[in-house]
DNA sequence: GATGAATGAGATTTCATTCAT
DNA sequence: TATGAATGAAATCTCATTCAT
């Protein structure tokens, strides 16, 4: 099993295409091996099943995905800023690449437990870069101490998603990082040292 | 095409069933019949395909849940009250019924485009619940005037729904309920008049 | 899984002829069901896969066989009439079904383990035919009574089968019944008491 | 085509071995090269393609194993104790090599009818050796002078054979060789001059 | 209305063989 | 000679849907 080389990243970027262009369930294997010029066999020389395809496609576009998120959250001091970066690289992202956009927000969700599983054990990774970013503001102070992180990054998390997936739902017909900074205001805000609200 | 009827329960019914214990994929037509009692052929006396029989079950299940919940909100007076119970139906009509959380929060998610599509239709009146309850709270003043009514919306649906979705993927280990005057907190605080952070 | 009717039938009848004229790696279930006039799918509908398939045209082709021999050795009053009948009866039934001989005495045995061990299962109603009248013949005292049981089996079903095997290789060019005398003269004096040849 | 050298040796060998651990249908090329210690294509620089592989592999084991039992004729003088050695010398050196017990009795028959054929060849030689002893011991006046060689080489062969491959179907339990003599006494009776039996 | 036997299209994966190096 | 990456044809089985009864 070769996981290395031309051919390999050749099916990789294959497989991204034909998902976004064709759907999860038509994209036979046929389908991506012509996309990426090889034969179909030659799938089999670099990846164990379709689902290992899959999985990988998923590891390697989002180990890109975070690695980059990481570099550039290197650069920031406060977590308020991180998160301001996180959320504005994350819609940055998925904008500067349309077809990998469709494939993770829309496609690879229509996948089986078993994938899914596997596809959550990557985003861990991600799950934990919003972990440290909270942890951080609690240590200065700026986000309330008695926060639940589990709860605090479900909030994060799931806002930044649901945005993003509303905006391939609707074709991209709008500008995502445009709306970074309103989501990273709600956000802090949600999160923040304050006055209680009366109610 | 009959949409009422004993049997038209008993297939709605069963399809929830049988979805919640085998899986989206493991969901055959003839599975779900036996499982109502009927054959396979009078599931299409009521159902012109096995996609409108999914959407079927979202359509009836959903609804019943969002009457439910307007229900319980015409009760309440305030923005805030108002939010806070619809987070706490939401969580407690989800501990209520096992297989429909499975069903809505895992299942019915491992389908195509065109399925999903039908499924947002039936969503939309939900998401329109929140939108009234957020444009309450403008109007009362205790939520921030500038907000976008549709990313805020995005933040408290992404918010819930990733919370149910980590709640039923962890097996239903902990007290969903519990959770909801925590989310209800971070989510007010997030649309709040207040003084802004120094950031 | 409907184990009989009419389809069931005239499928195990179609596999034995698309067998013996297209070999058993030439087989295809599509072959099959085509020439018994039923879709693809039908096929599943009766049996559990194609090994079960195969599985059972050797069971009802063999039961068939089996049955017939037991009828015929009835009406024998001698372990020698009866030895005889069962080589008379082996080689009349495969020259009267010309497909079947191929089938069992070629195709059959290019199969894999796991199938041939089932195969066998079916065989040893016919073994045990053979040893009863070896049982026989040494209760009367025309064999030799320390024959081993098992190796005098051998002998004969090897006997029989090898010359089988030699008629349908060389074509059924000739006319096999016709050596059962000879055949069956050389078992039984294999068998007899007699002198012991001086070696 | 290369036809002799140690590689040629090594692919035989290797080809034996991996075909009695894994079984005909699961011997494939690159298998049979690892196990070699040469790469896929080096297989076709010594052999025409899989089925030529294979009839080698029977051919170089078979050789080897007429001419042990041949040059042990050499020293028998009569026909009966020629037919002893000769079921000795078979059983005996399937013994001595385990491996070539299980391909040549189980697996090398799962073949198809034109590699069989071929095998058959093989054989020939064989066959010819049992023939010889035959015609000797008529000559010599031991054997029933109107007896059908071809009938008389079947019985013997088919004995043999059925013997040992029930012998290697029971994962060789028992001692072969131990039979031979009562195998060499049950077939030397079947061709002896001797009174008729009455029937 | 209700049944359930029958349909048949469609896709993953294997593996013998080739050929450029 | 030797290599081994690449090829691509080929077949089993599933399951949504139909329709004669």
Redesign the interface.
């Known amino acids: 099993m070769k996981r290395k080389g031309p051919k390999y990243e050749k099916i990789i970027d294959a497989a991204v295409n034909v998902i976004a262009e064709h ?3 038509q994209s036979q294997v046929s389908k991506i091996a012509k996309e990426a010029g090889v034969a179909d066999g030659t799938i089999y020389l670099y990846f164990k099943n379709k689902e290992d395809l899959l999985v990988s496609v998923f590891n390697e576009k989002m180990g890109t995905f975070i690695e980059k998120t990481e570099n550039e959250l290197k650069g920031k001091d ?1 977590a ?2 991180k998160l301001r970066t996180l959320v504005e690289m994350h819609f940055k992202q998925l904008t500067a690449d349309y077809e990998l956009s469709i494939v993770t927000q ?1 496609e690879l ?5 078993q994938l ?1 599983a596997k596809i ?1 054990e990557v985003l861990k990774r991600y799950l934990n870069l919003i972990d440290t970013i909270l942890q951080d503001g609690m240590k200065e102070g ?1 986000f309330v101490p008695e ?2 992180i ?3 990054r ?2 994060i ?7 993003a997936t ?1 905006w391939v ?1 609707n074709d991209h017909r709008y500008d995502l990082p445009a ?1 970074a900074d ?2 990273h205001q ?7 040292v ?2 209680p ?1 009366s ?1």
Chains 1, 2, 3, 4 share one sequence.
């Open positions: 759907g999860y369930h406060t308020i800023e829309l969700r229509q996948t089986n437990r899914r959550g700026v926060i639940d589990r709860l605090a479900q909030m998390f799931g806002t930044i998603d649901e945005t509303n739902m709306l309103a989501i709600m956000l802090v805000n949600g999160l923040s304050k006055m609200h109610n």
